[in-house]
């Protein structure tokens, strides 16, 4: 008898392998990142369907092969509907699911808090109302995920010097991992001028629970949230261990 597996997974990427099948690249709850053929996936009659559409979450069953996993079975767990019909949330859907391709591994020791962040990430965004919603979404889901995969960012005092920066504005050093004081920074050539309430509003979202709604989900402009989601944008290019393809599409969309 053939081994078999359950696990929960979101589809993030598929590839053609021939005329009729696909390999669907998943992040699962159980075992991280990983790939399982979709056999007559691209024939009309196929009994799998939507549910390998990408950013669907399924509960998947597969059958264990020698070099290639096989999809044998799928429930839709959530389609995240709302967010196929609003260009915005898909784009930014898309590049939070490339963060989740580049940084997710096989047999992550994190995949249940990767999955559930993800999950809880398109839900959210899904059925958010607003622009400012929606990118305050990608915000929490850009901090969060760098602090699961250990790349948390410093933001409550100097790297360098370890006291909390008094100065109105600071600066922040993608290369040292947070913020910088005055006198720290006057060495250091690449940083970042931000003012300290933005820091202040990144140290929220980074400490909240992500379904918590704080004072600044009401505050938040389109304006703040755009430094925002470029400034973490730029930090996590720096730390992936691949490199990124989705990310011109949002400048050219915005
Ligand atoms: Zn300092």
Redesign the pocket.
Do not use: A, H, M, R
């Given at each position: 008898m053939k081994e078999q597996f359950t696990t929960n997974v979101i589809n993030l990427k598929s590839y053609s392998i021939s005329e009729a099948d696909k390999i669907i690249l998943m992040y699962s709850k159980e075992r991280g990142l990983i790939r399982g053929v979709a056999k007559g996936i691209k024939k009309p009659a196929s009994k799998l369907g939507g549910r390998m559409d990408l950013l669907v979450a399924n509960k998947m069953m597969l059958n264990k092969g020698r070099n290639l996993d096989t999809i044998c079975q799928a429930e839709a767990l959530n389609t995240f509907f709302n967010l196929r019909n609003d260009i915005n949330k898909l784009f930014y859907a898309m590049y939070c699911s490339e963060i989740v391709t580049n940084f997710g591994i096989e047999n992550d020791p994190n995949s249940e808090e990767i999955y559930n962040l993800f999950y809880t990430f398109l839900e959210q965004i899904s059925s958010a109302k607003s622009i400012e919603q929606t990118m305050l979404n990608v915000i929490k889901f850009q901090l969060k995920i760098m602090n699961i995969t250990g790349y948390s960012l410093e933001l409550d005092n100097?790297v360098?010097?370890?006291?909390k920066?008094q100065e109105e504005y600071i600066y922040f050093s993608i290369e040292h991992g947070g913020i910088?004081?005055g006198?720290?920074?006057a060495e250091i050539t690449k940083k970042t001028k931000i003012h300290y309430k933005i820091i202040e509003f990144l140290n929220t979202l980074l400490k909240e629970e992500y379904t918590k709604h704080t004072k600044y989900d009401d505050l938040a402009t389109e304006k703040i949230c755009t430094i925002c989601i470029n400034l973490l944008k730029s930090y996590i290019e720096y730390y992936s261990p691949k490199k990124f393809k989705t990310s011109e599409f949002i400048e050219s969309i915005r």
């Open positions: 100097c360098k010097c370890l006291k920066p910088l004081c006198n720290c920074s």
